[in-house]
Antibody, heavy 124, light 108 residues
């Protein structure tokens, strides 16, 4: 069964870079038709899509964060990563990675597999 | 950006009741809308995709309907494990993918 697992520091200083990795088990990112995305949830608030990557289609970013984020794939480790630059307290959240699909037809065209989430706090 | 507005913010019901949750889009998203359930401390779980298709393993008491700008998630005969927060999400116009603000279904 496909599993996703986020990893990275739980505490980041203001103005520094938040770096998270999502490890994908039992499926190859590089040969997969899926998109691989990052979503975050500030404490007590709703969900915000950060961005997604497809191994051949490239990256898609939330315009509200454009210029501050980079999402990349490491095929040798079957991982994808998020870098969020110049963080502030407003970036404190639980960060999730997820698989999603948009091929239409009979595919599950939504975020159907999620990691458990990792809490990141921005504080000095 | 396509804004999704969910109502009500909170729904107070008893086990066995029917829950009706609404999601309204700021522009037509055709059928490209999904519903998720989230319990405290857990990741969201996909319930419905493309407005009315149940995801793998989702019980039949969950159903979705609607198209264009108005969508409904119905939970027939609430089970104790159904008390949670529910989010809608559109994929018609992206980036960005957008979520609604959520509806909390709580025990009355």
């Amino acid at each position: 069964q496909l599993q996703l697992q986020e990893s990275g520091p739980g505490l980041v200083r203001p103005s520094e870079t938040l770096s998270l990795t999502c490890t994908v088990s039992t499926a190859s990112i590089s040969s997969s038709p899926y998109l691989w995305g990052w979503i975050r949830q500030p404490p007590g608030k709703g969900l915000e899509w950060i961005g997604s990557i497809h191994y051949s289609r490239g990256t898609y970013y939330n315009p509200s964060l454009q210029g501050r984020i980079t999402i990349s794939i490491d095929t040798s480790k079957n991982q994808f990563s998020l870098k969020l630059y110049s963080v502030t307290a407003a970036d404190t959240a639980v960060y999730y990675c997820a698989r999603h699909d948009d091929r239409g037809g009979n595919y599950q065209n939504a975020m159907d597999v999620w990691g458990q989430g990792t809490t990141v706090t921005v504080s000095s | 950006e396509t804004v999704l507005t969910q109502s009500p913010a909170t729904l107070s019901l008893s086990p066995g009741d029917r829950a009706t949750l609404s999601c309204r889009a700021s522009q037509s998203v055709d059928i490209y809308l999904a519903w998720y359930q989230q319990k405290p401390g857990q990741a969201p779980r996909l319930l419905i995709y493309d407005a009315s298709n149940r995801a793998t393993g989702i019980p039949a008491r969950f159903s979705g309907s609607g198209s264009g700008t108005d969508f409904t998630l119905t939970i027939n005969s609430l089970e104790p494990e159904d008390f949670a927060v529910y989010y809608c999400q559109q994929r018609k116009f992206w980036p960005p993918l957008t979520f609604g603000g959520g509806t909390k279904v709580e025990i009355k």
